[in-house]
């Protein structure tokens, strides 16, 4: 195991080295594809596809998406695996992409999202040839990034997508299923709400190491049972707009043109960035940090899932074909 694991600190530090003698020509094209798998875009994307392109696919979207939250939050907290420059002193990453690898390594976050949103496209798109191998490129060059940047190791990234497309195969079967029965719907949500409370159980009472270096703890415990909360957060406020949606609204993505449709997606994904930025300092000051922190990943969840396709759903029934 310790020999696997040399080698991939051993590829890491060829990457590194290559960044420096190449005096990081490629730093800003890496970065910034690293980006793609933050949750600001993703959600976005999933925003994109289920308010306005195509409903369907969107919801196939939020499934994978969040569900890859929580699954990959269980997953690291389980294997508590340190990052690859505390594995290895010689291992420098890239300064700014530091900022959002926190916590422990293993599985990638970043990975689990681009194969939990771009992945997902490809399965949606499969019998487009140019937009199935550019979808999966995508989840690649994402992938790669983690490891260019050096905040990953090839395992995080690696057991990431497998991890990801196991879910894909799962949340196509599970869509299928809750559509061909009656009330399997709250069936689902049912296990996703248990799969929600479990999650911030387990990462509450669970052991975890506590090592130091110079003094300086590595990776705090408590840190990581708060990192539990809005991902749960996002996870159960998604799947309750989902329920609700299903059962009480069932909006169509907007009856108008082109631009009716981009200016509907710019209004409600700017309120989605707006919330994303704001919404939590707000919620901080009347609560404790992790209830907090979940209600306000909650409200988010259930905006983008219910909330905002009311509005469209509105839109629909009373003005629909008459302004564009």
Same mark, same amino acid.
């Given at each position: 195991?310790?020999k696997?694991?040399? &080698?991939?600190l051993?590829?890491?530090?060829?990457?590194?080295?290559?960044?420096?003698?190449?005096?990081?020509?490629f =730093?800003?094209i890496l970065y910034h594809i690293t980006?793609f798998?933050?949750y600001?875009f993703?959600?976005?994307?999933?925003?994109?596809?289920?308010?306005?392109?195509?409903?369907?696919?969107?919801i196939? &979207?939020?499934?994978n998406f969040?569900?890859?939250?929580v699954?990959?939050?269980? &997953?690291?907290v389980t294997?508590c695996?340190y990052?690859?420059?505390?594995? =290895?002193?010689?291992?420098?990453?890239?300064?700014?992409?530091?900022?959002h690898?926190?916590?422990?390594s293993f599985?990638?976050g970043?990975?689990?999202?681009?194969?939990?949103?771009?992945?997902?496209?490809a399965?949606k798109?499969w019998?487009n040839k140019?937009? $199935?191998?550019?979808?999966i490129t995508?989840v690649?060059?994402?992938?790669f990034s983690?490891?260019?940047?050096?905040?990953?190791?090839?395992q =995080?990234v690696?057991?990431?997508?497998?991890?990801?497309v196991?879910?894909l195969?799962?949340?196509?079967?599970v869509l299928?299923?809750?559509e061909?029965?009656?009330n399997?719907?709250l069936?689902?949500?049912?296990i996703?709400?248990?799969?929600c409370?479990l999650?911030i159980i387990?990462?509450?009472?669970?052991?975890?190491?506590v090592?130091?270096?110079?003094?300086v703890?590595?990776?705090d415990p408590?840190k990581? $049972?708060?990192?539990s909360?809005?991902?749960?957060g996002f996870a159960?406020g998604?799947?309750?707009?989902w329920?609700?949606e299903?059962r009480?609204?069932?909006?169509d993505v907007?009856?108008?043109?082109?631009?009716?449709?981009?200016l509907f997606?710019?209004?409600?994904?700017l309120i989605?960035?707006?919330?994303?930025?704001?919404?939590?300092?707000?919620?901080?000051?009347?609560?404790?940090?992790?209830?907090? $922190?979940?209600?306000?990943c909650?409200?988010i969840?259930l905006?983008?899932?219910?909330?905002?396709p009311?509005?469209i759903?509105?839109?629909n029934k009373k003005?629909?074909r008459?302004?564009?």
């Open positions: 195991m310790e696997f694991l040399g &080698l991939q051993e590829y890491l530090l060829m990457l590194q080295n290559f960044r420096e003698v190449t005096h990081g020509a =730093d800003w980006l798998g933050e600001c993703a959600m976005l994307l999933v925003a994109l596809f289920y308010w306005v392109l195509n409903k369907k696919c969107g196939y &979207l939020i499934w969040f569900g890859a939250l699954v990959n939050q269980f &997953l690291k294997a695996i990052r690859p420059w505390i594995l =290895d002193n010689r291992i420098h990453p890239l300064e700014k992409a530091m900022k690898a926190t916590g422990y599985p990638s970043h990975t689990a999202i681009a194969t939990g949103t771009f992945g997902a496209l399965v798109f019998s140019i937009l $199935r191998y550019s979808l995508m690649f060059l994402i992938a983690r490891n260019y940047l050096c905040v990953h190791t090839p =995080d690696v057991v990431s997508m497998i991890v990801g196991g879910l195969y799962v949340t196509s079967k299928k299923w809750i061909n029965g009656k399997r719907d069936i689902a949500f049912g996703i709400l248990i799969l409370i999650l387990y990462t509450e009472f669970k052991h975890y190491p090592d130091y270096l110079n003094g703890i590595l990776v408590e990581m $049972r708060f990192e909360f809005p991902k749960a159960l998604a799947f309750t707009g329920l609700l299903r009480f609204v069932n909006f907007p009856q108008c043109g082109f631009w009716g449709k981009a997606f710019l209004f409600g994904g989605l960035v707006y919330l994303q930025e704001y919404l939590t300092p707000i919620f901080l000051q009347y609560m404790s940090a992790p209830i907090g $922190r979940f209600s306000s909650f409200l969840g905006y983008i899932t219910v909330l905002y009311l509005v759903h509105f839109y003005f629909a008459k302004i564009d």
